[in-house]
């Protein structure tokens, strides 16, 4: 009898511990993907929590936390994808359980990336500075092209500028020209100016809705990557 009876308050210990990932677990993930999605105006958002059992998440303390954020839009840029880790993250455990509000006690080292495709920046491109549609980007590991067909001088020019993506005070990025080739036409210097002061693009992150730095860019076909860190 005494077997059985230590058997079922083992039991019912089990359950009392595995309380907290069962439930409250569950629950701060779906608090913090509903916060992130409406943060970023994303599309699908994936939390991901580390935790033992969920006990530290009751005492407002998170080891690690990851997520996903897809088609999310920042600053009228549309983002494919935000990938963001933030380690040993405190917060107010009673605001989250009473108001569905996570409030960060203090603050906590993060990493992550952002991926651009080549459509959202032509998107951004002929929306901003070139409503025509005469110029396209094209994303190679080489660099960032700028090509079309332009009027000047009542001539049609046929260019093609490669340039780079340089971070700007931390958040943001600005294409700036590096080479350019013309069809076996000599180019007029002037037009080079006219293209450079026309066609300035500048990608504004300031808008993110995490205070974080931009690091690094690095171009693939047809995706843009940019890694970033900082302290929430």
């Given amino acids: 009898m005494k077997k059985y009876r230590l058997v079922a308050i083992i039991a019912i210990l089990l359950v009392v511990f595995a309380l907290p990932r069962v439930f409250f677990v569950p629950y701060v993930?779906?608090?913090?993907?509903?916060?992130?999605?409406?943060?970023?105006?994303?599309r699908e958002v994936k939390v991901q929590l580390e935790t033992t059992w969920g006990w530290d998440l009751l005492f407002g303390r998170l080891p690690k936390l990851q997520f996903i954020a897809s088609g999310a839009v920042i600053d009228g840029l549309q983002i494919a994808r935000v990938e963001l880790e933030g380690r040993e993250i405190r917060f107010d455990p009673r605001l989250l359980l009473q108001e569905q509000e996570l409030v960060y006690t203090a603050p906590f080292p993060v990493q992550g990336e952002i991926v651009v495709t080549e459509n959202s920046l032509n998107e951004l491109l002929w929306e901003s500075v070139d409503p025509d549609r005469l110029l396209r980007f094209s994303v190679?590991?080489?660099?960032?092209?700028?090509?079309?067909?332009?009027?000047?001088?009542?001539?049609?020019?046929?260019?093609?500028?490669?340039?780079?993506?340089?971070?700007?005070?931390?958040?943001a990025l600005r294409y700036v020209f590096r080479d350019l080739a013309l069809?076996?036409?000599?180019?007029?210097?002037?037009?080079?100016?006219?293209?450079?002061?026309?066609?300035?693009?500048?990608?504004?992150?300031?808008?993110?809705?995490y205070p974080v730095e931009l690091e690094d860019v690095f171009l693939t076909e047809q995706e843009i990557l940019i890694t970033f860190g900082g302290q929430i």
Avoid: C
Avoid at 190 to 199: A, P, Q, R, T
């Fill in 29 to 42: 993930t779906n608090q913090l993907e509903q916060e992130i999605a409406r943060s970023l105006q994303a």
């Fill in 183 to 209: 069809s076996d036409t000599k180019l007029p210097p002037i037009l080079l100016d006219v293209l450079s002061e026309n066609y300035e693009l500048v990608l504004d992150f300031g808008a993110f809705p």
């Fill in 140 to 171: 190679v590991p080489e660099g960032l092209d700028l090509g079309g067909t332009i009027q000047f001088w009542n001539l049609q020019w046929t260019v093609t500028l490669r340039g780079d993506l340089e971070v700007q005070h931390g958040t």
